[in-house]
């Protein structure tokens, strides 16, 4: 049996992948040990990443080659755009972050990267390069929250930041968009390769930050 395209590129990304998922702020995510001043570093830069995220999913709407699959993406944009941004709200407002604080903290580099990197993938029209950034943002994500132990932290915070990333809506996502991948990627292997393993390199690069900046 021959391996499958995403699988192919995971490969290709690590040790990267595995840095990521296994990173210091998954660990202690996990264990609900993240300090405050990091999860606060950490979600104020994610929450800017939503924006972007958004333009990305609307590329996928416009390029996708099937109605299935447009119906599939708009599903998710009303999720991601009602449930995850109550989330966000409610964590500021436990982790003490004002409005005024959070338009006063700059994009960090890796935020600024995911920016452009969301773009430029929606601007290729190009529907394999919006699935390969789509792929990884989505199934590196459920990868590590996947892997959380049980009980879950008691810390809202925590807890709801893993089953966002790990509940059966999500999982089933993630499967359509690795089938997706899978069977349109190829046509276009190298532009796929080439978004694939930047924005797993971003994804390791933003958990770095968090420290670097919640430290
Ligand atoms: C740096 C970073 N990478 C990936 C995700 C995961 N993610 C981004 S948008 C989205 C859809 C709504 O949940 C998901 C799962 C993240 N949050 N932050």
């Given amino acids: 049996m021959t391996e499958r395209f995403t699988e192919t590129l ?3 990304s690590e040790p990267t992948w595995s840095a990521a998922v296994g990173h210091r702020f998954v660990r202690e995510l996990h264990e609900g040990s993240v300090s405050d001043r990091v999860m606060a570093a950490y979600l104020v830069q994610d929450h800017r990443f939503l924006d972007s995220f958004l333009t990305l999913l609307g590329a996928a709407i416009a390029t996708a080659d099937t109605f299935e699959a447009r119906l599939r993406f708009g599903r998710f944009a ?6 995850e941004n109550t989330y966000f709200l409610r964590a500021f407002d436990a982790l003490g972050v ?11 580099k890796p935020t600024e990267g995911f920016k452009a990197i969301m773009r430029q993938a929606a601007e290729t029209r190009s529907y394999p390069a919006v699935l390969a950034v789509l792929n990884v943002v989505e199934w590196l994500y459920l990868d590590w ?21 790990d509940n059966p809506f999500f999982r089933d996502f993630v499967a359509f968009l ?29 958990f770095d930050s968090a420290f670097e900046i919640g430290e």
């Fill in 78 to 83: 009303g999720m991601v755009s009602g449930e």
């Fill in 178 to 206: 690795r089938e997706e991948l899978d069977r349109v990627g190829p046509s276009e292997e190298k532009t796929c390769t080439d978004f694939f393993l930047r924005t797993v390199t971003l994804e390791r690069d933003f």
């Fill in 98 to 108: 004002t409005e005024e604080a959070r338009a006063a903290i700059s994009d960090t």
């Fill in 145 to 165: 929250a996947a892997r959380a132990p049980q009980p879950l932290p008691g810390n809202f915070v925590h807890a709801e930041w893993i089953t966002l990333h």
């Fill in 10 to 12: 995971k490969n290709a």
